[in-house]
């Protein structure tokens, strides 16, 4: 069974943010969210919604579908 969605995001998150070599504080001034906030998101307790995901998928340069490759629904 795959892992949660938010759970997934969050790795994806983590994963684009450290090939970067960004801290939370540098994604955070890049895409405009709160550094919590990229915690929570992060580590899967909160969920992602549009308008950040399309924050985050701006910070990283790339469209939605590739911030959200290999990410998984039910």
Same mark, same amino acid.
């Given at each position: 069974?795959?892992?949660?969605?938010?759970?997934?995001?969050?790795?994806?998150?983590?994963? &684009?943010?450290?090939?970067?070599?960004?801290?939370?504080?540098?994604?955070?001034?890049?895409?405009?969210? /709160?550094?919590? /906030?990229?915690?929570? &998101?992060?580590?899967?307790?909160?969920?992602?919604?549009?308008? /950040?995901?399309?924050? &985050?998928?701006?910070?990283?340069?790339?469209?939605?579908?590739?911030? &959200?490759?290999?990410?998984?629904?039910?």
């Amino acid at each position: 069974m795959d892992p949660d969605v938010c759970i997934q995001v969050g790795d994806r998150i983590r994963q &684009l943010r450290k090939k970067r070599s960004w801290r939370q504080i540098d994604l955070a001034e890049q895409s405009g969210i /709160h550094e919590v /906030h990229i915690s929570d &998101l992060e580590r899967g307790a909160r969920e992602v919604g549009l308008r /950040h995901l399309a924050a &985050l998928a701006a910070a990283f340069e790339m469209s939605l579908s590739e911030f &959200l490759r290999g990410v998984k629904g039910r």
